[in-house]
């Protein structure tokens, strides 16, 4: 079992950045792929990000790469996406995810067992 508990959503203006920490709980969190979504008022959830268990590789959707960057510490059992640039469209509430699995499939849904309960993440224009 892992449990997860994000933090560090917010209200930013267009253009400003936030950080958002998920810890987690559980002793197979540092094998496990770590990934973010997100979930605006009256869309389905997307994916946004997801790491590998080493660190050392990364899945980004389009609408995000090159302004978020996800991170982990194995050592702090604690994954984190940093968000600069953001925009309006970046409001959404934003889960953390823990998986098994690694490769193309993290970017949908089911390839991961455990669901944070989410963080708010609002931008003004």
């Known amino acids: 079992q892992v449990q997860l508990v994000e933090s560090g959503g917010g209200l930013v203006q267009a253009g400003g950045s936030l950080r958002l920490s998920c810890a987690a709980s559980?002793?197979?969190?540092?094998?496990?792929?770590m990934g973010w979504f997100r979930q605006a008022p009256g869309k389905e959830r997307e994916f946004v990000s997801a790491i590998a268990w080493t660190g050392g590789s990364t899945y980004y959707a389009d609408s995000i790469k090159g302004r978020f960057t996800i991170s982990r510490d194995n050592a702090k059992n604690t994954v984190y996406l940093q968000m600069n640039s953001l925009k309006p469209e970046d409001t959404a509430v934003y889960y953390c995810?823990?998986?098994?699995?690694?490769?193309?499939?993290?970017?949908?849904?089911?390839?991961?067992?455990?669901w944070g309960q989410g963080t708010q993440v609002t931008v003004s224009s």
């Open positions: 559980g002793r197979t969190f540092s094998r496990s792929t």
């Open positions: 995810t823990a998986g098994s699995r690694w490769g193309p499939v993290v970017t949908g849904n089911a390839a991961y067992d455990f």
